[in-house]
């Protein structure tokens, strides 16, 4: 059977258990969506979001990239955020690095003249984090634990990009209660780890920012 004939027929199937679950399910869900939570995370094919925290359709707002990157000229992931924050109203962003990340590693061991020139230069703002910390990675022994450091350090140092986004610091300021955290998913295990955590500033003196463990 070709994939999209499998596909189709899975969803059909999908569609009329849940149906016969819950009559209403699609009827609510046609009608408008609140998800309590912003997703940023990898393309990557293993980190599925919905499956990994076992949530439903409607609970969470989802922008994916090669590495999980918080880019501040990307107007695909801006304009995500702002719909996420200022319309949708979500009260948590959660960015989510993952353990044996393939952009991350391309980041560490591909030249600058591989043929995937838009991979190579949308990794480059991993680069730039990688020149930042180079002596705490450089020091790892296998290549799977300088890649797994690079990318919780990543996904901390995209968490505090977010942050620092006018539409964040603009969301903060008029008092809306909005919290992101920086999470790393292991492939290995299928678990999530907290690796920062910043909340909205009691007061104008700028985010509370926490340290996350370095598990
Ligand atoms: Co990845």
Known sequence: MRIID?????????????????????????????????????????VSVNVITETEPGEIFVHRNIANL??????????????????????LIILCGHESCGGVQAALTMPDSHELIFVGTWLRNIRDIYRLHRQEIDILDSEEDRVNRLSELSAREQAHNLAQSFIIQRAWQRGQPLTIHGVMYSLKTGTLRPV???ASPPSALGPAIKGGSKQ
């Open 196 to 198: 920062a955590e910043i």
């Open 6 to 46: 499998q596909l189709l027929l899975q969803n059909k199937a999908w569609a009329e258990e849940r149906a016969a679950l819950d009559p209403d399910f699609f009827l609510r869900l046609s009608q408008t969506q609140r998800p309590h939570t912003l997703w940023i995370g990898c393309s990557d094919s293993r």
């Open 70 to 91: 918080v880019v501040s000229t990307d107007f695909n992931l801006l304009s995500v955020i702002e719909y996420a924050v200022d319309v949708l109203k979500v009260e």
